[in-house]
């Protein structure tokens, strides 16, 4: 059989279709195979809520990731075929979501008998800490951040709605303003009593209220960055010994196609023992 070179422009064709479907499903694999050994060695059900913040296109149209129903429903599948005494492992890398699919994750978390600890190899905010909230022990890199839970209606912090409404005449505010300012007021004290409701032992009920409070009360912008040590004042039980292999997991978890990094680094030159202390992270 011969070929020509129409037939090797029609194979270059079909490999380069292949391609990013061979992609994905080695890095399905890859992924899975950390996943279990990961499990292995801490002797539990790990699951991974992993969104890129950066915006994928679509026709020319952002799309963003975040917390959403379909989010809830996997992780409380996965939950529910875990037996009650296991140990539950949660690595999250998220913007935030919705409310209510936080929530839904963050209870089922809470009634679990055996130990809970979620992980945030860079940053969980919003509905992402409202996550970690309900988990026995938080466990953040050294530069890793968290986020207030502060709720925010139609886009606006329901806390800046609420001052507004309070700060100005009646007279001059308008019936909408005043209708958000009423959704605001109930949206906080929601979110401050099942925040509350959330944290777990050793922390009092006193302390408890404390970080609820500061957490939902539009004190910082919604996208302000908790640090281990703020994150700690309070009373959370916060780790920053990161497994490397929670990291290098993350690592499989790429930008979309066509969305170029711009950071780049060097090729590793340190030593064995100096590259020891670097926990393994990798640029991705």
Do not use: C
Not at 105 to 118: E, N, Y
């Amino acid at each position: 059989m011969t070929l020509d070179y129409t037939d090797f422009i029609w194979l270059a064709f079909i490999l380069l279709a292949l391609q990013p479907a061979l992609a994905a499903r080695w890095l399905r694999n890859m992924r899975a195979a950390k996943l279990a050994r990961i499990q292995k060695i801490r002797g539990s059900r790990v699951i991974a809520v992993i969104h890129r913040q950066e915006s994928m296109r679509f026709f020319g149209l952002p799309i963003a990731r975040y917390i959403d129903m379909d989010d809830a429903e996997q992780v409380l599948l996965a939950i529910r075929v875990t037996p009650s005494d296991q140990p539950i492992d949660l690595i999250l890398h998220t913007p935030g979501g919705l409310a209510i699919a936080a929530l839904q994750i963050a209870r089922a978390l809470k009634d679990r008998s055996g130990k809970v600890t979620v992980f945030v190899p860079h940053f969980a905010m919003s509905g992402g800490t409202l996550i970690a909230l309900s988990a026995d022990e938080i466990v953040m890199s050294p530069h890793a951040v968290l986020g207030p839970i502060d709720p925010q209606v139609n886009g606006l912090p329901a806390a800046s709605v609420i001052k507004v409404a309070s700060e100005k005449p009646l007279s001059e505010i308008d019936d909408q303003t005043l209708i958000l300012a009423d959704v605001g007021r109930k949206a906080i004290e929601q979110l401050k009593r099942a925040a509350r409701e959330l944290l777990r032992a050793p922390m009092s009920d006193e302390e408890a209220g404390i970080l609820a409070d500061k957490l939902t009360s539009g004190r910082w912008t919604h996208d302000y960055p908790i640090s281990v040590h703020e994150a700690r004042d309070p009373g959370l039980e916060v780790s920053t010994d990161m497994p490397t292999e929670v990291l290098d997991l993350l690592a499989l978890y790429p930008q979309p196609i066509g969305r170029r990094g711009a950071v780049e680094f060097g090729p590793d030159s340190a030593p064995p023992s100096a590259r020891k202390g670097l926990g393994g992270v990798r640029g991705h």
